[in-house]
């Protein structure tokens, strides 16, 4: 199976599942929970989508997934995924950089933290038990592939309730990392 990525637009053909994660779908996760509830009232902005593809063969099942993060901030905290740990202990992934600007974060939610800088072409190995979650710092789209197990399953309530141990935001129109108590 042969697919195509525009690596301008983050557009994958074909492309069987679209799947756009709105402010509403991930208000818990930014700290300023007062003004997610101002910008609500006007908009549920579009914070980024996912594209997927899902590679079954007889013996072993992958899925490709390209992410497309727009950019903007909530309070100062750039925009970002949701962020999850595979529910399956025994499973990695692959991220590779297309397009843009950012960090992605990983984080045991047990004390062991990495911000890896992020630009176009950068390929990050994430091991298994290692929660991530992936920063637009960029004034332009920032545009990634994951590769992964089919199986591998996504927690997002473990992320919800001991949050990343570090935030990121637009401090002087720069990045800063933010410690979480
Ligand atoms: C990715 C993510 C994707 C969106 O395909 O699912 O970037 O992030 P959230 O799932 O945190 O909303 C991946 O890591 N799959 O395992
Ligand atoms: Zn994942």
Redesign the pocket.
């Known amino acids: 199976m042969t697919l195509t990525l525009d690596p301008e637009n983050g557009i994958l053909d074909p492309c069987p599942q679209i799947t756009p994660?709105y402010l509403s779908d991930l208000k818990m996760m930014f700290k300023d929970q007062q003004v997610v509830d101002e910008i609500l009232k006007e908009e549920n902005r579009l914070i980024?989508e996912?594209r997927y593809y899902p590679f079954r063969t007889s013996k072993s099942d992958m899925a490709l997934?390209v992410?497309r993060i727009f950019p903007g901030s909530i309070g100062g905290e750039y925009h970002m995924?949701?962020?999850?740990k595979?529910e399956r202990d025994d499973q990695p992934?692959v991220y590779y950089c297309v397009k843009g600007e950012g960090f992605l974060l990983l984080d045991t939610l047990e004390g062991e933290f990495q911000a890896i800088p992020w630009r176009a072409g950068t390929i990050t190995h994430i091991p298994p038990m290692w929660a991530?979650?992936?920063i637009n710092t960029g004034t332009d789209l920032l545009v990634?592939i994951?590769v992964?197990h089919l199986s591998?399953g996504?927690d997002?309530e473990i992320v919800a309730q001991k949050g990343f141990s570090y935030r990121v935001y637009a401090v002087d129109g720069k990045p800063a990392l933010i410690r979480q108590t």
């Open positions: 994660r980024y996912i997934a992410t995924t949701k962020g999850h595979h992934e991530h979650r992936v990634f994951g992964f591998a996504h997002y």
